[in-house]
């Protein structure tokens, strides 16, 4: 499920993710967390109200809420082998794997690279910072 982030990383050149298609991104992981704005524009997308949906779709991790799995583990949107909501899916699911937090702790691209195929191992720091401050440069 490659985002608009990433594209646009690989048509700089980057190349340092590719995505396999393979789903475990929406598998597991600690879950999926959902801002105000993401809730409201999921709602309206599959045509329900922000609490409904709340109700229905999240749980609470800490004080946050992500969304529920189904039984397999997968993210309950999450059919097909394909992310039932694209259009307005999670923010935190179109940066993937261009996430804020590696721009301080670059060192975790590594980490994820072994959770995720798509992303290329032994990429240097200053690649990986560059690729992500991009991306969040046209937040
Ligand atoms: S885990 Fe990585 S390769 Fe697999 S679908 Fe997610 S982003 Fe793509
Ligand atoms: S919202 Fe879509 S992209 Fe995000 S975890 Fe669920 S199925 Fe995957």
């Known amino acids: 499920m490659p985002s608009e982030a ?8 980057e ?3 590719s995505c ?3 789903g475990d991104c929406c598998k597991g992981y600690g879950g999926t967390y959902v801002s105000q704005t993401d809730v409201e524009a999921i709602a309206a997308y599959i045509g329900t109200e922000p609490e409904r949906f ?5 749980t609470k991790s800490g004080d946050r809420l992500v969304l529920v799995q189904q039984e397999s583990g997968f993210c309950i949107f999450w059919k097909d082998r394909m992310c039932g909501i694209h259009p307005v899916k999670p923010k935190m699911c179109k940066a993937w ?3 804020r937090n590696l721009i301080v702790d670059p060192d975790n691209w590594e980490n994820m ?3 995720c195929p798509g992303i290329r191992k032994g990429v240097p ?3 990986v910072q560059k690729c992500v401050e991009n991306m969040l440069g046209s937040e």
Do not use: H, L, N
Request: charged share 25%.
């Open 6 to 13: 990433t594209e646009a990383c690989m048509y700089r050149g």
């Open 15 to 17: 190349e340092i993710f």
């Open 20 to 22: 396999k298609q393979c």
């Open 54 to 58: 709340a109700e229905r779709y999240c």
């Open 97 to 99: 794997p261009f996430i």
């Open 113 to 115: 690279a072994s959770m």
């Open 125 to 127: 720091a200053e690649v």
